[in-house]
């Protein structure tokens, strides 16, 4: 289902700072994505928290705008990425960081999402 529940969402401070510490970082065309294997079970295959950064969009009106189009986009493409991690039974816990300081619009930041995801397959099946 096309859903994005609380139990999909990375809310726990203590993997977030550790997630930071010793986490696999890769880029993409707009974001920074630090993940790792998920020290904890999981209920769901992935849990994810969406940032940007205060320094760059000084309004909290744009960066809302910005981690509503981010939820909205991984929302829509994370079936793919679902599936293959149930059928690996890998969980994984991720942060997607916003780079530059242009407002991209939604088409792109989908596009980049997509992106983002078939590179998650390629580095959950090498791991």
Known sequence: SETFDKSERL???KIISGLF???NIFYNTLFKVVWDKSPVSLPA???VAFSVSKKRFRLAVTRNLLKR???EAYRKN???LYECLASENIRIVFVVILKGNVVPDYEK???S???MISK???LVKEN
């Open 120 to 122: 998650f397959l390629i």
């Open 109 to 111: 930041i989908e596009k």
């Open 21 to 23: 510490e010793t986490g």
């Open 45 to 47: 295959p992935a849990q």
């Open 78 to 80: 994370k079936n793919i």
């Open 69 to 71: 189009r981010m939820r």
């Open 11 to 13: 809310c726990s401070r």
């Open 113 to 115: 999402m997509k992106e």
